[in-house]
């Protein structure tokens, strides 16, 4: 099942691939043919993730195929893209005050969610009413929207839902976004549109 926020990615490394393979049947296709395959998405001067995004996808086919199917007995080896780790820089905590602060007030409470729960975006718009408990100073995260689909589940092949702690700063937001609000309804709401 593939998550409607990767929908679009996941169509294009397909295009990449159609395009590249052709006609060729799957069993046709070896490992010489994939390293060809690798160097032309290098020549579009993709990032080395980006490139290893494409095979990776095309793995995944070939492993369906493998273990779904008769269609092929193995899948052919690929090449090894190399990615260098990301480079993290953290803020300082004056920073992320200054930043903080320039976020406009109508988005403050979902910001301030995010920089004290550590929560993916997708889970804080999946937030309902009901998954807040302030008398035990828990938020049960159950679900997350996948682009503008919602799912009953994190993200994650094994997730399951988790329960944090409620931050005592994350008090005075969560308590003006919950306010009157059936159990429901969405915590946080898009000012502008007034959906979630």
């Not at 095309?58 to 493998?66: C, G, Q, V």
């Not at 920073?95 to 602060?101: C, G, K, L, P, W």
């Not at 009413?129 to 682009?147: C, E, N, R």
């Amino acid at each position: 099942m593939i998550a409607p926020s990767y929908k679009k990615t996941f169509e294009k490394h397909i295009k990449a691939a159609i395009e590249f393979f052709g006609n060729s049947g799957v069993r046709e296709i070896r490992k010489a043919h994939i390293v060809k395959y690798k160097e032309v998405l290098e020549q579009r001067e993709l990032s080395n993730k980006t490139v290893k995004n494409y095979l990776d996808t095309l793995k995944a086919f070939f492993n369906y195929l493998e273990k779904e199917s008769d269609l092929i007995s193995e899948v052919a080896q690929f090449p090894r893209v190399c990615v260098s780790a990301p480079q993290f820089r953290w803020f300082s905590n004056e920073t992320q005050i200054q930043i903080f602060e320039a976020v406009a007030t109508e988005h403050k409470s979902i910001f301030a969610f995010l920089f004290l729960t550590g929560c993916r975006p997708g889970e804080a718009r999946a937030l309902k009413v009901k998954d807040v408990d302030l008398h035990k100073a828990v938020i049960t995260l159950t679900s997350a929207f996948s682009g503008k689909e919602i799912k009953d589940k994190r993200k994650g092949k094994k997730s399951i839902p988790v329960i944090i702690p409620i931050h005592e700063q994350l008090y005075p937001f969560l308590i003006d976004c919950i306010r009157d609000k059936a159990p429901d309804s969405f915590v946080f709401i898009n000012p502008r549109t007034k959906r979630f």
